[in-house]
């Protein structure tokens, strides 16, 4: 059984239709991604998972349990990662731990929990006085503390620095060796990239694309990617002529061309036949930022 589900979920603010028929299940033990531009509908879909937002139309389960008219049950298998705003700045990381686990019939022994997030020597120091990397890591220890079946991170490594934002990565994927499922809100693709089993892209309050970071590069237009500095220029009739071409820029003399393994194979045909070199050839794939691009363009992020 998945232990999220949500079937066809509705939103509106005034007349600003936000989430307008969004589906997704996530299974036990994913680290599932939502994905999409400013304002696209994450955190309002991901809110009203968490019970924090009460859905329009549409049908919400965390572990079988309805968010919103069995919050209760809900709040005792999730997680979620607090806003910064909501601590103290007064109260110290040991305080934290003791008041949250308070909130729980069954917490987790939060000594071992601090130990794994590397917190034991903070114990004693006050929430303002901590790092953003060490404050991320107290907020995962608080989604953690009541011993969750599923965390909800939103926005997680937002403003950290690129060695905290490892270290956090590499955090989630040992909350999630333990046995936890996680629903993670990212802009950063390769975060998605790197942690997500699969994702769900967002735009415009609609799923525009659910599939493994690999299978959304491969469904996107232009998964393969060709750039070279020609020997001679390249006539773009030519080039119009090439098969399953996506897209094709221009940088200087240099030409990058986007399409699928047919479009280089018929590239290099095509410079053979012209008996132009290609020099600096490079044939990569598409990175997730690219299909990104892709699956949203037109949006107004
Ligand atoms: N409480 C609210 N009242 C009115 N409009 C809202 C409210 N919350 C969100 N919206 C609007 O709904 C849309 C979706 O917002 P939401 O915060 O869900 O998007 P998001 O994908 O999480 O965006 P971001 O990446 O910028 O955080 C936006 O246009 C936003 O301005």
Redesign the pocket.
Known sequence: MPVIEVTDLRKT??A?R?VDGVSFAVEEGEIFGVL?P????????VECVEGLRVPDAGRVRVAGFDPVTEHAQVAQVLGAQLQQSELQPKLTVREALELYASFYARPADWRPLAERLGLTGKLNTRFAKLSGGQKQRLFIALALIGDPKVVVLDELTTGLDPRARRDTWELIEDVRAGGVTVLLVT?FMEEAQRLCDRIAV?DKGRIAALDTPAGLIHRSAGATIISFTPSAPLDDRDLATLPALAAVSHKDARLTLSGTDETVNAVITLLARRHITAHQLRVTDATLDDAFLDLTKGATA
């Open positions: 603010y005034g600003h936000a999409g400013n304002g696209a509908g994450k955190t309002t879909t802009h967002i």
